[in-house]
Nanobody, 120 residues
Framework: QVQLVESGGGLVQPGGSLRLSCATS????????MGWYRQAPGKQRELVAN???????NYADAVKGRFTISRDNAKNTVNLQMNNLKPEDTAVYYC??????????????WGQGTLVTVSS
């Protein structure tokens, strides 16, 4: 069984910064990709950013230049540095991972979500 646990959400003023982290646990052989999604009230879940095992990254247009995704391959963790936050960034942020697990198989896993609120 694989678990993803997010941390780092909270309340921040517009223009402020937050750093989200996601730790993995379980019988993981390798990580194909990890990323962050978000879901605002009344809206669909959307991709924020992801990073593949080779280091390739992908960002939503709305966060380019403000958010940076990074990954520690040795620890199978992923971080999201969020700068210049805007009220429209308010959402529950979910960690996602595509994994190869032991004894074999490819799975997708989700964290429980962490709330980010940007408000003055």
């Amino acid at each position: 069984q694989v678990q993803l646990v997010e941390s780092g959400g909270g309340l921040v003023q517009p223009g402020g910064s937050l750093r989200l982290s996601c730790a993995t646990s379980g019988s993981i052989f390798s990580v194909i990709a990890m990323g962050w999604y978000r879901q605002a009230p009344g809206k669909q879940r959307e991709l924020v950013a992801n990073i593949r095992s080779g280091g390739d990254t992908n960002y939503a247009d709305a966060v380019k230049g403000r958010f940076t995704i990074s990954r520690d391959n040795a620890k199978n963790t992923v971080n999201l540095q969020m700068n210049n936050l805007k009220p429209e960034d308010t959402a529950v942020y979910y960690c996602n991972a595509e994994l190869i697990i032991l004894p074999g198989g490819r799975v997708g896993a989700w964290g429980q979500g962490t709330l980010v609120t940007v408000s003055s």
